[in-house]
Nanobody, 126 residues
């Protein structure tokens, strides 16, 4: 399994970005893809998750509805739309995947994911 993130960049406070995670190599038709981020000097934190068959979605409470996860099955892509960005959202954003996800996105922690992308940098200026 391979995951490749893209779409990061530099934006001003209040701006938006759409991150993409291209997935490939899955053997199982059922798997979950999660988004995480790691701010400088901080631990990696979970942002969102979507489970396939698509429909189970979770978001971290601290997001306040600013981010939205979506997928394009035909393109093997999972997206994370970031809106209302502020400097505290700065960090490296990772997508991760697991095929034995138990149909519960909410129960998946960082250590449950088996495959990780290389990350994409998001920098929000004040």
């Amino acid at each position: 399994v391979q995951l490749v993130e893209s779409g990061g960049g530099l934006v001003q406070t209040g701006g938006s970005l759409k991150l993409a995670c291209e997935t490939s190599g899955f053997v199982d038709a059922e798997y979950a893809v999660g988004w995480f981020r790691q701010a400088p000097g901080k631990e990696r934190e979970r942002i969102s998750c979507v489970g396939r068959p698509w429909g189970k979605i979770t978001y971290a409470n601290f997001l306040g509805g600013r981010f939205a996860i979506s997928n394009d099955d035909a393109k093997n892509m999972v997206y994370l739309q970031l809106t209302g960005l502020n400097p505290e959202d700065t960090g490296v954003y990772f997508c991760a995947a697991v095929d034995d996800w138990g149909h519960s996105c909410a129960a998946l922690g960082e250590h449950d994911y088996d495959w990780w992308g290389q990350g994409t940098q998001v920098t929000v200026s004040s």
